[in-house]
């Protein structure tokens, strides 16, 4: 009897298990793939029939995901990749001033890498579609369902300031968060907006300035946007930055403010016609049918008139989380504490500088006076200046008058002459009346009152010998010449 009790229990319990499994969705299966992007089923039955959803799972690269490379330097990624070990290590990010974003990207690809958003080159799970894709140019993306508050969507383009893009919003399932659409440019651009749904906020951002109005909603849209907004200094982000782009900045941005992003759709540019088609809501991860997504859920929307704001900072105050307010609390009690104690630092250097000059100065100052008392001797007096004396005499030898030069200017007569008192040796054939000598202390005398006007004839030659008789010319050169000298008396002038 207990026996047949106990199995009609287990039947029981199994009918009702029967009953709650079935218009119930089962736990999803483990992943096809450790890494690399793998897949997961889970099976709902009702009714007799049974549907299964598939999803992306393990999004990550795997480890083993590198590019060789040989020498010094990895000629891969636009030069933003150093080459060691024969690895290509990348190294963007690294240098940006103020902040260092580098452990923000992939090791080996120097992809965008931020919470669960890890950027991949056309991957399969992309929530949004192009179709103008030319000359090699590729979609990056990336999608996470990690953000319990807010869906966030972001779209990133180089851009082109002379024609807009157009953005297409179809629902793939149930919305049951507010949706955030971001959009970002190098150039100032032209968004068209065309939804479905009901956008929260639109933000919109660009390293150029953005021309007026630059976000539209086309005549044909169900639904619009109840908030715009305008970011200044939001950088441009199209999903690599190795040729230069700001994504990992944009993406650290929208999650201080928003959460965390839920997907993220980046080209360098698109062709004619440049249409972005997103899709919201439901599963970001769920792999799309081969029909595509058909929601047959109602939705009402309104178009409402838009509330412009601008944000001026690229860290707009916001509601931080409990880890990140006590982080901020943290940082800026430390602040506090330091900066008092870095103020009493620089006071008190400062005021030992002054000290040690003021006492350098003192010492200096009284080795000087030290010096000067020790060193200083009375100046001697000045000394009268004295000036020569001259004696003025005639040619006779007698004194006109004698004076002082240094208190009376003299005019001297005009047959005077300088005579000195004491005599000097006369040359020879001029007599001593004639010839002024003057001492050793005088100035030299004139040369007109030495040499007379009218020299006399000269009577001897410089070598002392008389002169020839001229009277006779003809008689002088007419003369005999002596004879030539004899041999004998020519040798013997040698032998001398």
């Given at each position: 009897m207990s026996r047949k009790c106990c199995e009609i229990g287990l039947q029981f319990i199994f009918l009702i298990s029967l009953v709650e499994i079935r218009g119930q969705w089962t736990s999803w299966s483990s992943c096809s793939k450790s890494c690399d992007v793998g897949t997961q089923i889970r099976t709902k039955i009702s009714d007799g029939s049974t549907t299964q959803e598939e999803q992306f799972c393990n999004l990550q690269y795997c480890p083993d995901l590198r590019v060789r490379c040989t020498g010094r330097y990895c000629h891969e990624f636009d030069g933003m990749a150093d080459c060691i070990s024969n690895v290509c290590i990348c190294k963007v990010g690294r240098y940006s001033y103020p902040y260092d974003y580098s452990r923000y990207y992939n090791k080996y690809n120097c992809y965008p890498e931020v919470g669960n958003c890890i950027i991949r080159q056309s991957p399969p799970f992309a929530l949004a579609q192009v179709q103008s894709l030319k000359y090699g140019y590729m979609l990056r993306g990336c999608v996470a369902?990690?953000?319990?508050?807010?869906?966030?969507?972001?779209?990133?383009?180089?851009?082109?300031?002379?024609?807009?893009?157009?953005?297409?919003?179809?629902?793939?399932?149930?919305?049951?968060?507010?949706?955030?659409?971001?959009?970002?440019?190098?150039?100032?651009?032209?968004?068209?907006?065309?939804?479905?749904?009901?956008?929260?906020?639109?933000?919109?951002?660009?390293?150029?300035?953005?021309?007026?109005?630059?976000?539209?909603?086309?005549?044909?849209?169900?639904?619009?946007?109840?908030?715009?907004?305008?970011?200044?200094?939001?950088?441009?982000?199209?999903?690599?930055?190795?040729?230069?782009g700001n994504t990992v900045k944009v993406l650290l941005d929208i999650e201080r403010v928003y959460g965390p992003v839920t997907s993220f759709s980046g080209v360098y540019t698109l062709y004619s016609p440049r249409i972005i088609k997103l899709e919201v809501g439901g599963n970001p991860l769920q792999k799309s049918?081969?029909?595509?997504?058909?929601?047959?859920?109602?939705?009402?929307?309104?178009?409402?008139?838009?509330?412009?704001?601008?944000?001026?900072?690229?860290?707009?105050?916001?509601t931080l989380s409990d880890k990140e307010t006590k982080e901020e609390e943290g940082s800026s009690s430390?602040?506090?504490?330091?900066?008092?104690?870095?103020?009493?630092?620089?006071?008190?250097?400062?005021?030992?500088?002054?000290?040690?000059?003021?006492?350098?100065?003192?010492?200096?100052?009284?080795?000087?006076?030290?010096?000067?008392?020790?060193?200083?001797?009375?100046?001697?007096?000045?000394?009268?200046?004295?000036?020569?004396?001259?004696e003025i005499s005639d040619r006779n030898g007698t004194s006109l008058f004698n004076t002082d030069l240094s208190t009376t200017q003299i005019t001297p007569q005009v047959n005077s002459i300088v005579r000195p008192t004491s005599a000097m040796s006369t040359d020879e054939g001029l007599s001593g009346d004639?010839?002024?000598?003057?001492?050793?202390?005088?100035?030299?005398?004139?040369?007109?009152s030495i040499v007379p006007d009218t020299p006399e004839p000269r009577t001897k030659s410089p070598s002392n010998k008389p002169f020839p008789d001229t009277t006779s010319h003809e008689q002088y050169h007419n003369s005999p010449e002596p004879p030539p000298p004899s041999y004998s008396s020519y040798m013997q002038q040698e032998r001398l």
């Open positions: 369902n990690d953000n319990p508050d807010y869906e966030v969507h972001v779209i990133g383009i180089y851009g082109n300031p002379f024609s807009g893009y157009d953005v297409v919003i179809h629902q793939r399932g149930e919305v049951t968060k507010p949706i955030v659409l971001v959009l970002s440019s190098y150039e100032a651009t032209y968004w068209w907006i065309d939804t479905s749904v009901h956008i929260h906020s639109v933000i919109y951002g660009s390293t150029r300035e953005y021309p007026s109005k630059p976000i539209n909603f086309v005549d044909g849209s169900k639904c619009g946007a109840s908030n715009i907004v305008k970011w200044e200094g939001f950088g441009s982000a199209d999903g690599s930055d190795t040729g230069g049918p081969i029909n595509g997504f058909k929601y047959n859920g109602t939705v009402q929307c309104e178009l409402v008139t838009p509330k412009y704001s601008v944000v001026t900072s690229t860290r707009p105050t916001t430390s602040i506090v504490i330091i900066i008092p104690i870095v103020t009493v630092v620089l006071v008190s250097v400062f005021v030992c500088l002054v000290i040690m000059c003021c006492v350098y100065k003192r010492d200096k100052s009284s080795r000087y006076i030290s010096t000067w008392q020790t060193n200083s001797s009375p100046r001697p007096a000045p000394q009268t200046r004295s000036y020569p004396i001259y004639e010839n002024p000598v003057l001492t050793l202390a005088d100035p030299p005398p004139s040369y007109s």
